[in-house]
């Protein structure tokens, strides 16, 4: 229980509202703070192998982000889409290439 | 070009619920990583690393102070908010660069010192995204002064 606080409590952190430009402040919108917390976590818990694997399979998760927010970016410029309707949409995406990269390649992402 | 500069008064944009929202939503992705890792899987649950629940959070939220914004300007601001949330979209887009970044060198010098790695692939991440933003605004700023003199000089030509 105890894992689970601590993983919700790291993983929360927000930083990228304080920064200008719009763009610039996009930037921590993908910042690895879920990943920080979970590879903290998971060296302390299961060792280094175990966070290397994870991070090997996070190449082809971080691949997918590149790609859902230029999707994003697309529907809400294009189709005009509220951002949480092209946010959530988009997730489809996310999944698609993240698990087709796994897949391609493997599982050796 | 607009500098870079630290905004707080941005802060007081939102409201406390909405940071809760984000945090809440931060502290969830991460505890669902640890439970796809633990039930699939190291690898599977690595692949959440990189799941974009924060930012699905953040786009809407930019969203709706932009309208907020505009409404108490007199304006309805629904498709400002839209672009805004298509400006960070795209910000996110680069800094998803940095995070393969970061996951490359981790994965790379985990094995020699843990600490090296944290820290490594934090600089990796801040580094490569920044640069990344870097090159897309010169190449944007090139690319509009080119369509400016384009534009300019098609306009003499057919004077």
Do not use: N
């Amino acid at each position: 229980m105890t894992e689970y606080v601590i993983r919700f409590l790291v993983g929360g952190a927000v930083l990228g509202d304080l920064l200008r430009p719009k763009s610039f402040a996009g930037l921590f919108g993908a910042a690895p703070s879920v990943a920080l917390a979970t590879l903290g976590i998971a060296v302390y818990q299961h060792g280094v192998d175990y966070a290397v694997s994870q991070t090997q399979a996070m190449i082809a998760g971080a691949i997918a982000l590149a790609v859902y927010s230029v999707v994003v970016c697309h529907l809400l410029v294009r189709a005009k889409l509220r951002a949480v309707t092209a946010t959530l949409l988009s997730l489809i995406v996310w999944v698609m290439v993240a698990f087709g990269l796994l897949m391609f390649t493997g599982g050796q992402a | 070009m607009t500098p870079i500069r630290f905004s707080p008064s941005s802060l007081k944009e939102g409201r406390w619920y909405e940071y809760l929202i984000r945090f809440a939503l931060g502290g969830a992705a991460t505890v669902f990583t640890g439970l796809v890792s633990s039930r699939y899987g190291a690898f599977i649950g690595g692949l959440f690393l990189a799941l974009p629940a924060i930012f699905c959070a953040s786009a809407t939220l930019i969203e709706k102070h932009e309208i907020r914004r505009k409404r108490e300007a007199g304006l309805t601001g629904g498709r400002r908010g839209q672009l805004a949330a298509a400006v960070d979209s795209a910000g996110a887009a680069l800094g998803a660069i940095g995070m393969l970044a970061f996951a490359i060198v981790f994965s790379l010098t985990a094995e020699t010192s843990v600490a090296t790695a944290f820290t490594g692939a934090s600089c990796a991440w801040l580094a490569v995204s920044i640069a990344a933003w870097h090159l897309r605004r010169k190449t944007r700023s090139v690319w509009r002064v080119r369509t400016e003199q384009g534009s300019g000089s098609e306009i003499r030509r057919s004077r």
